[in-house]
């Protein structure tokens, strides 16, 4: 039987270096002569992807359940290419996927500071933002790239868009521990990367837990939460 590509999901805070370790180790993976493709959610391009994109620079305004629907759509609209991508023998490099969902629709339904006006919808909670991404490719690892949302700071500092603000990055990096809490039992599928040390030394770290999967799967791909 012919072995398939695997699916690799890098999810971290805004400023943890996704895009920047995602090119590093797809030229890696181009120089040992594979194929390799690299996608980022949200796909901004597509007609769903337009209203996120508007909704993130706060040119719209989206109920919280109506947003992470979205975001869920917008993963279903590529989930064959990645399936098809993968039976071809192509490595995908993913930026961010659906743990982002989870992360940054529950952070928002978490009490804050500053007290919001009261709202006729129910929270968000984990169980309700899982499901409309559940049976999803599921991905063959997860390097969570974790950074403490001050050093993300020093960065070149958070942009302007709707997400961009750091008690927001606290409240998703603490639900971004309880997913992993939950998938770490998975197999070593999620793997939490120290973020905050040097890029080199954070792409070392990311190639030793890619390199073993380059040769190919046997197994046919997965399924998100089944
Ligand atoms: N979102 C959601 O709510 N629901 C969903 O389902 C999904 C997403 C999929 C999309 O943002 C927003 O949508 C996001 C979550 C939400 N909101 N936030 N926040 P995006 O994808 O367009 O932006 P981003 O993911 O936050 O990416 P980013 O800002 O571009 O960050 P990054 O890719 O992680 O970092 P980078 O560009 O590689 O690096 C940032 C800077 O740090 C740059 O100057 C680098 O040179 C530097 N850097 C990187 N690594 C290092 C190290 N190790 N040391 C020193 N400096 C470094």
């Known amino acids: 039987m012919t072995k398939r590509a695997p699916f690799i999901v890098i999810e971290g805070l805004d400023r943890s270096g996704k895009t920047t370790q995602i090119e590093t180790i797809r030229q890696r993976i181009q120089n040992s002569g594979r194929d390799v493709v690299c996608i980022k959610f949200p796909d901004r391009a597509t007609p769903i992807g337009q209203m ?13 359940h109506v947003v992470h629907l979205l975001f869920s759509a917008n993963r279903w609209e590529l989930a064959s290419t990645i399936i098809s991508y993968l039976n071809q023998g192509k ?16 952070a928002k339904s978490l009490p804050t500071e500053v007290e919001s006006p009261p709202s006729d919808l129910p929270p968000i909670t984990l169980p309700w933002a899982r499901a409309p991404d559940a049976s999803l490719p599921a991905p063959d690892l997860t390097l969570f790239l974790d950074i403490a ?3 993300a700071r020093v960065r070149g500092g958070y942009g302007e868009e709707r997400y961009e603000k750091e008690d927001l990055q606290r409240r998703v990096r603490s639900v971004f521990g309880e997913i992993g809490r939950e998938m770490s039992g998975e197999d070593r599928k999620w793997v939490v990367v120290d973020a905050g040390l040097s890029l080199s030394a954070v792409s070392q770290e990311i190639w030793g837990y ?4 380059l040769d190919g799967l046997d197994s046919s791909v997965g399924r998100l939460w089944t």
Do not use: N
Request: one cysteine or more; aromatic letters at 12%.
């Open 210 to 213: 890619v390199e073993p999967l």
């Open 52 to 64: 996120i994109d508007s909704y993130l620079r706060s040119q719209s305004d989206l109920d919280d």
């Open 149 to 151: 949302p001050q050093v």
């Open 91 to 106: 490595i995908v490099l993913c930026d961010r996927y659906a743990f982002s969902g989870i992360a940054f629709s529950v």
